[in-house]
Structures are given as structure tokens and as C-alpha cells.
């Protein structure tokens, strides 16, 4: 009799726990280092934060949407901004909620009503045919955005350091700003260096630079044959200026013997002896 008084509380009990328990959530939490996971197959991404009062009251229709992603075999995700300033700046985030529709790649953002009824028939419908897709340019994985993304995480890095510096270590706010100003001033004198280092070896000085003579170029093989057609040419010429000025000078001396025997002068002593 107690055992059989005991199976309607059991039972209450089994109906009660999972209940009590709750449901396992069927929303992805992405990150920094799981978003590319994005580029293959269909997803809608919903960018939040803890704080934001739309955002929490989107979550019960979100959740409500992802009880539905198996049958309409879409992923349902989600982003903590105040976790993720990466993921914040690779897909601009500027409002909060912001929710994104991606296939194969393409990156849509969604801009109707929220309700669970209408991110179902924005699916099923494929309602997302009708959005222009972001550009190529401005696409997650961009080099642009990549940028972006990591100037997010370094602007988030400083407010950390910053956080830490004047609330665990104690130093005035003042000081904090010094200390950065005085790291900004450095590494822009180290990135100068550098800048100036590589144009100097990219685009050298005109002192610097070695002459250029005209015939250093190479010369292409038409141009080579011509030349070489015209020094064959004058070395002819010149052998033939060597035998006419040979010739010439030959003749020359032929004349000068034969007017110097004509010339020469007959001596009257030798006359008187004759007569």
C-alpha cells in the first residue's frame, strides 16, 4: 500500500523535473574564433548585449526560433558584443539588436519584424532573396573588415589596460593618460623609422642612385645587327681611304723627283771648261 501510494508522487516528479530543469538552449554562442563557421551553410546571427532592454526581450522569441532551425535546416546563433568587440567591428554592429541572415557566404541583414512567426516565414518563404547582399568589400572576411575587427580589439584591449592600471594598481587617471600618450609618441617615432627606412630603399636619393649612361641598356638583336652592319661598312670605307691616300701619296712623290731633276741648276764653271 505505501509502494502504491508512492507512483503518483513519482510520476508528478519525472513530469515536474525537466520543467524545473529547463530546456538546453538550441542557440550557438559564436566567438572571435568559431565565426567563420558563418561561411558554410544557413545561419541568422543575432548581435546582442547583456544590458540592452530590446534585447532582452527579443530573447524568448529567439529562443522560440531555434526550436525550429532543425526542421528548417537553419543555425541560429548569437553574439555577446560586450564579449566579442571583434565580431562587433567585422560586421559594423552600430545598433543593438542587429540580426544578419548568411548562406554559403553571403551576408544579408535583416531589418523586419521580430517575432518567431516572422524569422519562420522569413526562411521557409526565403523572403531573404528579395535583400541585396553586403559587398564583397564590406563582407566579414574582407581585408577592410579584418581591419576594422582588430582596431575594435585593440580600442578594447586599451580600455582594459586602462581599467587596470587605475583601478588595480592605483594610478590616477592623469598618469594612465600619460602613460599612453607617452606609448603613442614612441611607437609613432618607431613606425616613422621604419616608413622612412623602407622608401629609402624602395625610391633612393638621386645622390645615391648610379648613373645611368645612355648605352647601358641592352640593345634589342635588330638593333645590334644594324649596328654592326654600319661599323663593317665604315671599316670598308676606311681601307678604301687608305689605298686612294697610298695611291695618292705615291703619285705625289713621283711628281716632286721628277720636277726636282727638271730644276736642278747647271753649274757655269763646268760650262767655261767645256767651250
Known sequence: MAAAGLLPVVGLFLLVLPGALGKRSQVKTLTDGTWR??????????FYAPWCPACQSLQPEWEKFAEWGEDLEVNIAKVDVTEEPGL?????????PTIYHCKDGEFRRYQGPRTKNDFINFISDKEWKSIEPVSSWFGPSSLMMSSMSALFQLSMWIRRCHSYLTEDIGIPVWGSYAIFALATLFSGLILGLIMVFLADCLCPSKRHRPQQYPYSKKLTSESSRFL????????ADEEDLSDDEAENKEL?????????????PVNPAATTDKS
Open 228 to 235: 654592326k652592319k654600319l661599323d663593317e661598312e665604315q671599316e
Open 88 to 96: 562587433s567591428g567585422r560586421f559594423i554592429i552600430t545598433a543593438l
Open 37 to 46: 563557421d558563418l561561411l558554410q551553410g544557413e545561419w541568422m546571427i543575432e
Open 252 to 264: 705625289v712623290d713621283r711628281d716632286c723627283s721628277t720636277n726636282a731633276v727638271r730644276q736642278r
